[in-house]
């Protein structure tokens, strides 16, 4: 392919989920509903472990930074989503397309990682009650969570770097809704195989170390509970461990499916259908999940409305 036949672009556009105006108005009411509630849920855990001394432990700690990952992610991703929705076009530069990605992947990235710290914590205690708070004393907890967010940061911006360090052709278009790469980077000039392996390896890091470090924790925790015969906590680490992984699943599993499964096959907009999961649905699960069946969240809740005048002392 001849260089001087090729125009090189500053600008990319963005295909979206639906060219339909109806289909779009429709998804821009559920997705702004979406978001509404996953920034109240999140902002709302943070501010109740904030609150609450009951709260200030380990487990909490971690949930606080989750919920603090997961606001950022929805607020680099979906405010362009539903401008999309509502305009029906999108139009990045270079520079915008390149800064998305790099949060979005960034604050990915780290979530993934710290999912398996939180999946450690629980581990470390119900298996070794004993040395969990000598383990889990506060600086290690501000050692693990600062891994999580620099290590998020490190990758993304060696993988945005590379993926940026092509030349892309006229006409863009990027058929997702937000810069994602695997999409951004079918659309360069040049050769990618070097940019693809290295993407490759990349992701199957931050995807399979976390998944194993989740289900090696899950496992030692539901042997555990086997060998105390106890009946009441075998049901609530079943229960625990399962909605869990839920996330886990829903999360990696579709960025499993984008980063490392090959195309060949299935349909263009598929990738994007599976993204909505984890970029729209996921984060407003994680506030749902990880306090839904939780007395102590519920019981700093109630305390709070009680102090709002919401609800009368019992």
């Known amino acids: 392919m001849g260089g001087d036949n090729l125009t090189f672009t500053n600008e990319f556009v963005l295909v979206g989920l639906s060219s339909d105006h109806e ?22 855990i943070i501010v109740l472990v904030q609150t609450d001394s009951h709260l200030h432990t380990p487990m909490y700690f971690f949930l606080t930074h989750l919920s603090s990952l997961e ?5 680099c991703t979906i405010p362009q989503m539903l401008a999309h929705l509502l305009m029906g076009h999108a139009e990045l530069s270079l520079i915008r397309c390149a800064l998305q990605m790099y949060v979005a992947l960034a604050m990915a990235t780290a ?24 383990v889990m004393r506060r600086w290690h907890q501000l050692q693990l969570a600062s891994t999580c967010w620099v290590g998020g940061f490190c990758v993304a911006v060696v993988c945005v770097s590379i993926t940026f360090s092509h030349h892309f052709c006229n006409p863009c278009c990027v058929n997702h809704f937000i810069c994602e790469i695997p999409m951004v980077l079918k659309l360069a000039c040049d050769d990618t195989h070097t940019t693809e392996f290295i993407i490759f390896v ?11 470090v989740i ?17 009441t906590g075998l049901r609530k680490a079943f229960s625990t461990c399962g909605s869990h992984l839920a996330v886990v699943i829903m999360f990696l599993g579709g960025t499993t499916f984008t980063y490392l499964i090959p195309e060949s096959g299935r349909s263009p907009d598929t990738d994007k ?28 809740m109630a305390k709070a409305l009680q102090r709002l005048g919401f609800a009368k002392k019992s």
């Open 23 to 44: 289909t779009q108005i429709f998804l821009f009411v559920v997705i702004l509903l979406v978001y509404s509630f996953t920034l109240v849920g999140n902002l709302g």
């Open 71 to 75: 606001i950022c992610y929805v607020n």
């Open 111 to 134: 979530e993934a990682f710290l999912l398996s710290v939180m999946a450690y914590d629980r581990f470390l205690a119900i298996c070794r009650p004993l040395i969990y708070a000598t």
């Open 202 to 212: 990349f992701a199957a890091m931050v995807i399979f170390i976390p998944i194993s």
């Open 215 to 231: 289900l090696i924790s899950y496992v030692l925790i539901l042997l555990s509970m086997f060998q105390m015969r106890s009946a």
């Open 273 to 300: 259908q599976i993204a909505v999961f984890y970029v729209v649905v996921t984060p407003l699960l994680n506030p749902i999940i990880y306090t839904l069946r939780n007395k102590d969240v519920h019981e700093a």
